[in-house]
């Protein structure tokens, strides 16, 4: 899965709809910093091995253009629960449901079929 950021589409002098990024956050005590990237790619796959070996030759293919920020490499937890037991996206919508919710539809040529993420860590 591949992301792209308000970097590349405005060097591409282009324009999404409803693409923008996410704001800095301050309030009582609390600072929670907005670092936008340009580019997002997420490898899933089952072999840790396999998945190393694909993130090596991706990060290959896109050296010289993008420079590597992060790397967060995660793995799924009994049957799905985070460490204290909390189930996150245990209200989420299913089959057609979920389609509905996740991607657009009829919103501006070209993002038929395509979504909006954020990402948090």
Not at 22 to 28: I, K, N, S, T
Not at 43 to 60: P, Q
């Amino acid at each position: 899965m591949v992301g792209i950021g308000s970097a590349i589409v405005g060097l591409m002098d282009q324009e999404v709809p409803g693409l923008r990024d996410f704001p800095r956050l301050d309030g009582l005590n609390v600072i929670m910093p907005a670092t936008s990237g340009a580019l997002w790619c997420w490898i899933r796959g089952e072999d840790c091995g396999d998945l190393l070996h694909h993130g090596r030759a991706l990060i290959k293919q896109l050296r010289g253009t993008f420079s590597l920020t992060d790397v967060t490499d995660a793995f799924r937890y009994g049957s799905g629960l985070d460490i204290t037991g909390y189930e996150d996206g245990a209200e989420n919508p299913e089959g057609d449901d979920a389609a509905k919710v996740a991607l657009l539809a009829g919103k501006a040529d070209g993002l038929n079929g395509s979504s909006f993420v954020a990402l948090k860590k």
